[in-house]
């Protein structure tokens, strides 16, 4: 099995000594907990005793959430539901930084850990919601992402006429966990001034919004609806993809013309650079039922890699038509050492992306694996003085589940 990986004297990480407590399950939450927990927080996994995060057992579309969203974490498995099991929770905000939570609406009142309540125990907590709206007339409703994805036009801008499609990846719930990221950072930032914590929201329905953005302004400016993505109106020349000699696609993007003079170049074509129709972008773009052909039977009669090796070489933008599972070996990725390796149930281990940025020289790999239900209950509670009779006695209770060390 992979091992927890710590470099005690590499530098503290920008979010060290931030301490957030997650009441999540699913992606959006927890994909805000791992950007947290990734920037260095120690990030707790509030999960219900006894068998933890319902996630970890999902199967299908969904059989690597858990482990995708809950690296660099600790579990902390109680019963919220007890008396016994919410005093501990409040034992344990009081040394929080951060709260987040992405239950339905309600839930974390009604078990006695909503804001109001939270932030009496300790007024420097930023309190933040993940939820499906913002404050409104839709705040009450349950979401998914799915769900708003068909409420904002993406699946309509996505799919082609009259079929609309949701987007190939979980994109609202992880945006909407950026965006959670965010407001949490800003209200760290705020507490350095007021001393005071507060209350925040991200939200799925929001987010997707925002990814409108440039339709509404587009139809603002127009007048016309746009139309879905597979029925655009071309803004390039070439922009799609095209076959390959060997069977393959290869999609490629010439925005300029400085590409479209070196693709002429690099095949020896100056009778399309003499061409007063293929002149300019706009040129061609007017030209493309006639230019897709031509490009088409330069392809067609080159490999994928062959086209791969050309086009990285006059840099122009191109990428085959890839699937999941080719970035497990894909040589940018996998630069110095960067992908992580993650356990998977039955005893599989996989390399995955690591958080997609770079700052100075930190290093934000992997630190813990996901973690096991309750695998950190009893350490967390030693760090609060509970002494051994109090967890034994608490555990026996059924109040929490943990391992010992």
């Known amino acids: ?151 904002t036009g993406l699946a309509y801008m996505t799919g082609p006429p009259g079929t609309p499609l949701r987007a190939g990846s979980s994109v609202i719930d992880i945006m909407g966990g950026m965006f959670a990221v965010i407001a949490v950072q800003a209200a760290l930032r705020d507490r350095e001034r007021t001393g005071r914590g507060q209350f925040l929201r991200s939200a799925l329905y929001e987010s997707a919004a925002f990814l409108m953005t440039q339709h509404m302004a587009g139809e603002a400016i127009t007048g016309r609806p746009p139309p879905p993505m597979p029925a655009r109106e071309g803004v390039w020349g070439i922009y799609e993809t095209f076959d390959t000699a060997d069977g393959a696609q290869i999609f490629i993007g010439m925005t300029s013309d400085n590409h479209w003079q070196r693709f002429c170049n690099e095949f020896d074509r100056d009778d399309l650079l003499a061409d007063p129709r293929f002149k300019t972008n706009h040129d061609r773009v007017r030209e493309r039922p006639i230019l897709g052909p031509i490009v088409s039977s330069i392809t067609e009669a080159h490999s994928l890699a062959q086209l791969t090796e050309i086009f990285d070489r006059i840099l122009i933008p191109f990428s085959p038509v890839a699937k999941p599972g080719d970035l497990f070996d894909d040589p940018q990725l996998n630069a110095d050492g960067r992908m992580l390796d993650l356990d998977f149930p039955g005893d599989r281990r996989a390399l995955m992306p690591r958080l997609p940025i770079e700052i100075g020289d930190h290093d934000f790999g992997l630190r813990h694996q996901a973690p096991r239900t309750g695998q950190h209950t009893r350490a967390v509670l030693a760090e609060l003085g509970y002494d051994v009779g109090a967890i034994d006695g608490l555990e026996n209770d059924a109040v929490i589940s943990g391992e010992s060390d």
Do not use: W
């Open 1 to 151: 099995m992979g091992q927890d990986k710590a470099d005690q004297t590499a530098e503290p990480l920008p979010l060290a000594g931030v301490r957030v407590l997650e009441f999540c399950h699913t992606i959006m939450g927890p994909s805000a907990g791992l950007l947290l927990a990734d920037l260095g927080a120690d990030v707790i996994k509030i999960e219900p005793a006894p068998d933890g995060d319902a996630t970890r057992g999902l199967r299908g579309f969904a059989t690597g959430f858990f482990y995708a969203f809950n690296r660099n974490k600790r579990s902390f498995a109680v019963d919220l539901k007890s008396d016994a099991g919410r005093a501990v929770i409040h034992d344990l905000v009081k040394t929080a930084d951060v709260v987040i939570e992405n239950y339905a609406p309600g839930t974390m009142d009604r078990l006695g850990c909503g804001y109001t309540t939270l932030s009496e125990l300790n007024p420097r907590l930023i309190y933040c919601e993940l939820k499906g709206f913002l404050s409104g007339p839709y705040e009450h409703r349950p979401a998914l992402d799915e769900v708003v994805q068909f409420m």
